[in-house]
C-alpha cells in the first residue's frame, strides 16, 4: 500500500495540524461545553481552503484524493470532532455533484462551496427511516418545469447554517423496489416552503446542529434534479455514503488519537505508589493496547481512502473502516479515561469530551450493526461456491 | 516596488529544546527540526500587508543557509510571498551576524532593492546584528521597531514602537525596516497557497555569484568569537516579608535601596 504524501500534500496536513493546535485547540473546550457554533473558526477554515480541499480543480477546489482528506480530517478531529462533521456533509454534497451532477449543476454549485460561503447539508434520514433509507416518505411531485418536494427530514447536520441541501426524495411512489423511485434534489437554503422546526440538544458533537427540515410545498426547477435523471437518488446517497464512512473513520482515528495523545502525558506525570502511573504494568497495557488499535484503525482508513481514490467500489473497506474506527475510538476514549482516574470524569480534562463524542460516530453514516450487515453482504458476494 | 524580507530558517522553538556545543560554542541545528522562525512569519505578514496596499509591487524573500532552508523558503512562498533567493555555500559554515549582513546586503545590492524588511532579531540567536549590519553595508537609512509601515512617495514612513507609545519616523528609500514583534498577526498560508509555492520562481547563489571571498565570511571571516559558554545563574529567591504591621514602610525602604522610589 503506498502510504506516503507527496511533499505538497504533507506540507498541507503540517498546516491543518499548526492550525489545529494554535487556532482550534486553545478555544475547543468552551465552545464545546457551551455548545457555540465555532463561526470564526470556520472562517478560518474557509480561507485555509478546507471546504474546497476535495472540489475538483476546475471548478475552484484543490482536487485532493480522499487519501490527503482523511488526514486533514484527522488532524481536525483530535482538536474538536464537530469541526470534522461541518466539514463531511459539505464535502459529501459536493462529492455528489462533481460525481454525478451535470456540467450546469457543476458550474452552479461547486465554485461556492468551494469558497466555503455555502456549505452543504444532507438529507436523507427521516423520524421513521434511518437504517432502512427505503423507508422514506419525502415525496417530489413533478410540477411543469418544477418539482415540489413534500415532507420532513430529521438530523441534518448542518441544517441551519448550510446553504445547499442534497435531499433523497421518492419521485415514483409506485416503484418496487422502492429505491429505484429516488432521486436526489439540490435546494438552496431560502427557497420558500423550506424551513427548520427545531435542533436537538446531544450528549456530544455540540457546536453544530443537528435540524429537523421542513419541506412544505418547496418548488426546485427540475434543472436541479442531481444528474437531470430521476430515480438514480439511491445509488448517488450510498455512494456518497462510502465517502462519509471514510469522514467518520477519519474523525474516530483522530478523536482516539487525541485521548491516546492526552493519556500518555498524564500517565507520565501522575504518580501513584512512589512512581509515574507509566510505570505500572496494568498502565502500559492499556497504552500498548490502545496504540496499537489506533494504528491498525489507520490503516484500515488509509487502504479504503486509496481504493476510494482509484475510483474502485470499496463498501466493503470503507465499511471495514468505520465500524472498527468507531468501535476502537468508542474503547480508547473509555481507556484513556479511565487513565485519568476521577479527573477523567470532570469537565477539567478533555478526554470526558473525547468520550461523549464518541458513540455518536458508532451511530452516524450507517450505525456498526448496519456496516457488519454491508460488510457481510460483500463477503458472501466475493466467498461465492 | 521591489520589496524584501530577509528570512531565516531556526530549530523549532516549539519543539526542540536549544543545546549549545561545548566544543564549537554554537548552537547545535542538526538532527532536530527545523522552521521558519515564528518571528520572521510576522515580519513576512507585514512585508505582505505593505505589498499589497501600494499595489504593483512584488516581494521576494532572501535567506543564507544551508540547502535545508529550502523548507523555510517554502513555507514564505506558501504564505504568499512572489519569488526567493537563497545563498548557500560550504563556505559560509560559522558565519557570524557581519558575515550574513555581508551576504545578505551582496544580494539586495545586486538586486536593487527599494526596500528591505527583517525581523528585529532571530528567535535562535537573539544578536539583533543583521539588520543594522545591511544598512551598513547598503548605505541606507534604518528604521527600527516598525509597527506601522507606509510608503509616502518616495518616503518610508513608520510607527515606532517606544516605551510609553510610539513616534513616527521617516527616511528616504530604499531603507531597512525592522518589525516590533507581536505588532502583525501572521497569516497562515492557505492550502491553495501551498500547493503553489512550489512553482514560484526560487533562486539559489553561491558566494561566486555574488563576487564575495570565502576568507570575508564563514568560520573565516568571523569577527565575532564565542568566548565561554555557561549555565544562566538560577535566580535567587525573592525576599518574603510577613505583615506584622510595618509591611508597607519595609516595602518602601526596599523599593528605596534600589532607588525605585
Ligand atoms: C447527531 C446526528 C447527526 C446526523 N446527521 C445526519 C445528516 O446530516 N443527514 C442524514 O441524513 N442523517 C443524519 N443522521 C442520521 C443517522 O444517519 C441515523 O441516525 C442512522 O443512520 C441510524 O438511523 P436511526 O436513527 O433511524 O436508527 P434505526 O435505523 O432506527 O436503528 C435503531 C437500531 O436498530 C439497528 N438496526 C436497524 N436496522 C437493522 C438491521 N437491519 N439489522 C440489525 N440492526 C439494525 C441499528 O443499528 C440501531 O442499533 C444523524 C444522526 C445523528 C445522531
Redesign the interface.
Known sequence: MESRLDTDKQAVIDEVQRFVEREVIPVAHDLEHDDIYPVELIEKMKTLGIFSATIPEVYGGLGFDFYTYSQIIEQLSRGWMSLAGIVNTHVLVAYMIATYGTEEQRRAFLPVMAQGEKRGGICLSEANAGSDVQAITMTATRDGSDYLLNGSKLWVTNGQRGGIFAVLARTDTAARPPFRGMSIFLVEKGTPGLSSSRTFEKLGYKGVETAELVFDNVRVPAANLLGGVEGEGFKHAMSGLEVGRINVAARAVGVAQAAFNDAIRYARQRSTFGKPIAQHQAIQLKLAGMATKIEAARLLLHQAAQKKDRGERCDLEAGMAKLFATEMCQEVTLEAMRIFGGYGYTKEFNVERYYRDAPFMLVAEGTSEIQQLVIARQLLERYKI | MKIYVCIKQIPDPNTVVSKLDPSTRRLVRSGVSLVLDPGDESTISAAIKLRDTIGNSELIAVSMGPTSAQEAM??AL?MGVDSAILVTDPALAGSDALSTARVLAAVLKKENAGMIFCSTESTDGYTGMVPGGIAEFLGIPQLTFAREINVEGQRAVIKQVTQTGYRTVESSLPAVITIASGSFEAI?????G??S??KKPFTQLTLSDLGIEAAQVGEAGAREQVMTIGKVEARAAGQVMKDDGNAASTIADFLQRYQLL
Open positions: 517554502r513555507r506558501a497562515y498560508p492557505t492550502m491553495k501551498i500547493m509555492a512550489r
